[in-house]
């Protein structure tokens, strides 16, 4: 079955980096759209980062210009390189892989999800 495995997360204070990262297996990997979601305490999960499998990528508003997604489609894995942290950003950060068959058919796996905490 397909495996996404999260790995990079923990503690790190504002102002600081993170680098979290995501390997694929049991899927072709090129056929995937990859993105990052996440979900703090009491709030919905939500997209904070996408790559297409040529390179296109989109950011949520709130990470524009701090944070970078990016892919190795030989070696299965995506990453999400996040700079100066905030306490907002402190959320469980999981890993994505879309692809659509169909308009209607489509394909959503996920991971199991790493913890990124941002404190001092």
């Known amino acids: 079955q397909v495996q996404l495995v999260e790995s990079g997360g923990g503690l790190v204070q504002p102002g600081g980096s993170l680098r979290v990262s995501c390997a694929a297996s049991?899927?072709?990997?090129?056929?995937?759209?990859m993105s990052w979601y996440r979900q703090a305490p009491g709030k919905q999960r939500e997209l904070v980062a996408a790559?297409?499998?040529?390179?296109?990528?989109n950011y949520a508003d709130s990470v524009t210009g701090r944070f970078t997604i990016s892919r190795d489609n030989a070696k299965n894995t995506v990453g999400l390189q996040m700079n100066s942290l905030t306490p907002e950003d402190t959320a469980v950060y999981y890993c994505?892989?879309?692809?659509?068959?169909?308009?209607?058919?489509?394909?959503?796996?996920w991971g199991q999800g790493t913890q990124v905490t941002v404190s001092s």
């Open positions: 994505n892989a879309h692809r659509a068959i169909t308009t209607v058919h489509q394909l959503d796996y």
């Open positions: 049991r899927i072709t990997f090129n056929e995937y759209k």
């Open positions: 790559i297409t499998s040529g390179g296109s990528t």
